[in-house]
């Protein structure tokens, strides 16, 4: 993953680099039509603000015609993945047009532990304690019931009996448990790796009042780490709807 921040944009392009800087952060490969654009679209939305389509539209192709010209070396920068965003069509009409409200999901109580960092977004609380990273996720019955399922599926079929996958040997353990945390229940999954690395990650399934979670833990990585810190206050998860 380069780790590199890419070259600087011109000046009147300069709104666009917080966001070409988190694109230089993706692998190659993850450069597709899945990328969060919400960064992109606040920043487009800023520069036409106040003005009519037709001045929008006009301004963008001023912008793109920049940047274009401006990458004609740069075969590598990320910015080659705005100025195809910049391309689409009616991007005008949707900038001048006001913005959707995103969904903002229930809303998630959850004591973490001391010392934890939580970021609560849309759907999602972010965690974080020294190289321990995780997320709890709602979701909702059907996803609930798919997980499991999809979990149960995996560990019947190796990965190195998967059709087109490499079969690199792979020594490690995976653990299922049935766990309860007082009104929060559901299943653990426990994954070490010895080889080809060590490894390890942490997944819960789970039932909460007021609804359903997919909880992840583990670290960048893969080192060893201790999971009972959150295991000791997922007993405090409550989600309800939004306002």
């Not at 080889?195 to 039932?207: E, F, G, H, N, T």
Request: glycine share 6%; aromatic share 8%; proline share 9%.
């Amino acid at each position: 993953m380069p780790t590199k921040k890419p070259a600087q944009l011109p000046e009147t392009l300069r709104y666009l680099q917080p966001f070409a800087n988190a694109l230089a952060k993706l692998p190659p490969e993850d450069l597709n039509e899945d990328v969060d654009t919400s960064r992109l679209d606040a920043a487009l939305r800023k520069r036409v603000r106040g003005v009519d389509e037709e001045a929008a539209d006009a301004e963008l192709a001023k912008d793109r015609d920049l940047l274009e010209r401006w990458l004609t070396d740069k075969p590598d920068h990320p910015a080659h993945w705005i100025r195809g965003f910049l391309l689409s069509p009616e991007l005008a009409t949707h900038l001048t047009q006001p913005a959707e409200a995103p969904p903002r999901g229930p809303e998630m109580f959850f004591e973490a532990p001391a010392g934890w960092k939580v970021k609560t977004v849309p759907f999602r609380l972010d965690l974080k304690a020294g190289k321990v990273i995780g997320s709890i996720m709602a979701i909702d019955e059907l996803t609930f019931a798919h997980l499991r399922w999809q979990r149960e599926q995996a560990m019947k079929t190796p990965v190195s009996a998967m059709e087109g996958f490499p079969q690199p040997k792979i020594e490690g353990t995976f653990d299922v448990s049935e766990v309860s945390y007082e009104q929060c229940s559901g299943k653990k999954y426990l994954s070490r790796m010895t080889s080809p690395a060590p490894w390890k990650q942490v997944d819960y399934i789970l039932r909460a009042p007021g609804g359903f979670v997919s909880i992840g833990l583990g670290t960048v990585t893969g080192v060893d780490f201790d999971e009972s810190p959150l295991e000791s206050r997922l007993h405090t998860l409550r989600l309800s709807a939004s306002a």
